[in-house]
């Protein structure tokens, strides 16, 4: 414990110079920016960013993006609980409770647990990069391609639980996601699927392109149609914070999505995707009245916000111990040390100890630094409600287009802007809701590939997957949930589990 | 009247615009350069693209801006910077992968930055120390061994086929999406051989969960003098990568010796040298005629291993 005490004092003095807490404040303050604002994320940031950061000293530097990323996942739920436009991956599942709390005037509940539960999730996997990074990291590495592919097919199925409507649409709308995508060149023999002869569709589809067409391109749209719903958001805005039963209600959803992001987010490759996903789920099946979920239950999103941020943190842990990237962000994050001459790797905390702790130190400050900043801010950003949407919307739309444009300077991600605004727009109509849809999207081609990496190890042999013990747990869950899904449905009483 | 002058005052500015490299020979650059980069930020190729970049801004008191256009293992933007206007102010850092037989007669090779090798390494629990052991172990055990690489048909990937067709050996051959997961399988031992780069191997080798077995370059390396090449037990194996810079075709003369002699003196720079260290590699000063035979033997020679992969 001494050991720990002692280092993490290396840390502060590192993290708590007047011009490290600076850029910690700078970056969290444009991370949060480019969390609200849709279309823009961490990605196109930090790359814009890195030549900069290049004229600082490394810590400094990492201090700086790291802070951009964690505070892009305090924004990311601002425009989600707002408008029902999210920005991350992580944000997907903020719409579906968050944005109904909106529309009933509980737009500054929503906004306050969101930041109270990321700075509760936050600060706990800080405690836990800081006391443990090592032997989590190691666990991580006992995680086997059958086991990664269980855990997905777990993801997947609870994905059919996130919907509030049919069961029958939730499952399609996986299974398009799923096709969506296998756009791109196959991992395992190179061959091009669905390309059209377009080049720049060898490397799949963006994520942002699709949540930016599906969520705020359709959205736009469907308000245009109608003047009532507008009435309904400017009307009545409620209070600003959350009420105590509000919090009383969010305590063990924060709790138990700060468990499930933390363990989650360490895994590479796809684990800290799964993470919001995973706690609305769960925060779903154990609730006492399901049927609250997707119309504004607190907990929809005070568990998924704690996830994610959770997961964000302890997302660093393979990157600072081994040096390997779990996310495109922390490739980025490496590249930033490469150019200062510091190789990340195993011996990092041997080497420049000040480097590893001062970055912990500081995400603790700047999780502080965070909720200091949202929380007097939710009065400014639920005025932005009051903007009437012939402003509102082609601002929105500006910066979607700006957004998804800063991915690779590539027109065509524009014209598949346009095109999954389309889809967004009829599913829509059809009553489909595109939550499922962009899970089995990012869960669909991890899914194949560690199936067929599986079995490219096992020489074929299917039992792997049962005989793994990681593996075979997740499978015998998913099968349990598939019984708990279907058994309602037999008995006819599927409408009171999925219908209002 | 304003029309008719607006289309004449078109009609001098293109002129001007055809006439433009002629006339800006005495004087190159005299705006902003721009320097493509086909690969994500943060990579090797990335970097080297902004050391560079900086050491050419203080040469020409032009900015060098670094512009990223990621896709398709860097052809996107490699092709994208062959289709350009040729007047030196568009050009690409390239690496192995982005530059191959379908794109390489849209551009002009200009300068070679270096030519880092991989490293034969395998997990620490595999009971072999030397190439030697390592081809004797395989000999026994074949077809039971899984090898990584950073995707089909990537440098990892033929290396490793190179190295099996050499030696007549067979492993199993994993892709992964990028060297990060595909290391993590290599220190987990789920696969436990892998032709990877130095700065991502090294790093590993040091906290002892993999053994570097061998460099693949021709010769021994000046950044590991300890380190055995592959090719001492298996005769003429050489697998490189590269770092290059070009442009598209039909660049004035005068223009490409200015860019070549820039890139070359940058090459000289302490600081460029102590980070291509860290990538295990030394900087390659030459023409761009050495950068164009290099090119053109390494892209006849994966070319024609690709061919004979299976499909």
């Avoid at chain 1, 990605?43 to 890195?50: E, F, H, Q, V």
């Avoid at chain 1, 109509?429 to 599986?454: M, N, Q, S």
């Avoid at chain 2, 090797?44 to 900086?54: F, H, K, N, S, T």
Wanted: aromatic share 8%.
């Amino acid at each position: 414990m001494s050991a720990l005490m002692d280092a993490l004092a290396i840390g502060a003095q590192t993290a708590l110079t007047p011009m490290n807490l600076l850029y910690c404040l700078g970056g969290v303050t444009l991370g949060t920016l480019i969390g609200v604002l849709p279309g823009l994320g961490p990605i196109a940031t930090i790359s814009m960013l890195l030549p900069i950061t290049f004229y600082l000293p490394p810590e400094t530097a990492l201090i700086t993006l790291a802070g951009i990323y964690y505070g892009a996942q305090y924004g990311g739920s601002t425009t989600a609980i707002l408008v029902n436009m999210p920005g991350e991956s992580s944000a997907v599942v903020t719409c579906l409770d968050g944005y109904a709390m909106a529309r009933q005037g509980r737009a500054g509940p929503a906004l306050g647990i969101a930041a109270i539960g990321s700075f509760f999730a936050g600060s706990v996997a800080i405690l836990i990069v800081a006391s443990s990074a090592p032997a989590l990291a190691s666990v991580a590495l006992q995680f086997g391609p059958e086991d990664y592919f269980s855990l997905m097919v777990l993801g997947l199925i609870a994905a059919v639980v996130l919907a509030s409507g049919s069961l029958l649409n939730a499952f399609s709308m996986v299974l398009v996601g799923l096709l969506v995508g296998t756009v791109g060149a196959d991992v395992n023999s190179g061959v091009e699927r669905y390309t059209l002869g377009i080049p720049k569709l060898i490397d799949g589809i963006d994520f942002v392109i699709m949540s930016m067409g599906l969520f705020a391109i359709a959205e736009i749209a469907v308000n245009l149609e109608s003047a009532e719903r507008r009435a309904v958001l400017n009307g009545k805005i409620g209070s600003i914070f959350p009420t105590w039963s509000d919090i009383r209600a969010s305590v063990f959803p924060i709790l138990r999505g700060t468990g499930l992001g933390s363990i989650l987010g360490i895994l590479p490759g796809g684990g800290a995707v799964l993470s919001s996903f995973a706690s609305y789920a769960l925060e779903k099946k154990i609730a006492r009245d399901p049927s609250r979920f997707g119309k504004g239950a607190i907990e929809g999103v005070a568990g998924p916000e704690s996830a994610n941020n959770a997961g964000a943190q302890t997302s660093f842990i393979p990157l600072l111990t081994l040096g390997i990237p779990s996310n495109p962000v922390m490739a980025l994050m490496i590249g930033a040390m490469m150019i200062q001459g510091v190789t990340p790797g195993p011996q990092l905390i041997k080497t420049n100890p000040d480097l590893f702790w001062g970055v912990i130190v500081s995400m603790w400050a700047g999780n502080l630094m965070l909720i200091v900043l949202n929380l007097p801010l939710i009065g400014i950003w639920i005025q932005l409600l009051k903007v009437p949407y012939r402003i509102l919307y082609p601002a929105i739309l500006l910066l979607c287009v700006i957004g998804v444009y800063s991915l690779s300077y590539s027109s065509v991600d524009l014209w598949l802007l346009v095109v999954f605004g389309v889809f967004g727009y009829v599913f829509v109509k059809l009553g489909c809701e595109p939550a499922p849809l962009l899970l089995g999207f990012i869960l669909g081609p991890l899914v194949e590939e560690y199936f067929r990496r599986a079995l490219i190890m096992s020489r074929g042999d299917l039992s792997v997957f049962i005989t793994s013990p990681i593996s075979g747990t997740m499978l015998v869950l998913a099968l349990i949930l598939v019984v708990m899904v279907v058994v309602p449905s037999i008995r006819q009483t599927r409408e009171l589990a999925f219908r209002e | 009247m304003l029309k008719r002058m607006l289309i004449l005052a078109g009609a001098v500015a293109a002129a001007a615009a055809i006439c433009g490299p002629a006339v800006a020979q005495s004087k190159f650059p005299d705006h902003p350069v721009k320097l493509v980069v086909p690969f994500p930020p943060g990579g090797g190729a990335d970097i080297l693209a902004r050391l560079v970049g900086q050491k050419l801004n203080e040469r020409w008191g032009q900015p060098v801006v670094v512009e990223s256009k990621p896709g398709n293992a860097g052809i996107v933007g490699s092709n994208e910077v062959g289709r350009s206007k040729p007047d030196g102010y568009t050009l690409v850092m390239a690496a192995s992968g982005a530059i191959v037989a379908s794109n390489i007669n849209q551009l002009t090779p200009i300068a070679l930055v270096s030519t880092p090798p991989y490293m034969l390494a395998v997990h620490d629990s595999m009971p072999v120390k030397t190439v030697q052991e390592f081809i004797a172990y395989l000999k026994q055990n074949p077809g039971k061994v899984n090898f990584g690489s950073s995707g089909i048909g990537s440098a990892s990937h033929l290396a490793a086929d190179l190295f099996m067709r050499m030696t007549g050996t067979e492993m199993v051959h994993v892709p992964y999406k990028g060297i990060g997961q595909a290391i993590n399988d290599l220190v987990g031992n789920k696969v436990s051989v892998m032709f990877g780069p130095p700065q991502a191997l090294l790093p590993q080798a040091e906290a002892k969960t993999v053994k570097i077995l061998g460099i693949t370059s021709k010769t021994k390396s000046k950044v590991f003098p300890d380190l055995p090449t592959v090719a001492e037990t298996v005769p003429g194996y050489e697998a490189v990568g590269w770092y290059g810079v070009l442009g598209p075709n039909g660049i004035p003369d005068p223009v490409v010796t200015e860019i070549s002699a820039g890139v070359n003196a940058a090459l000289a720079d302490p600081v460029i040298a102590e980070r291509l260290t860290a990538m295990g590699a030394a900087a390659t000063p030459g023409t761009p005629g050495d950068f164009k035979a290099f090119l053109d033997a390494d892209i006849a020679k994966w070319n024609a291993l690709l061919e004979k992969l299976p499909k």
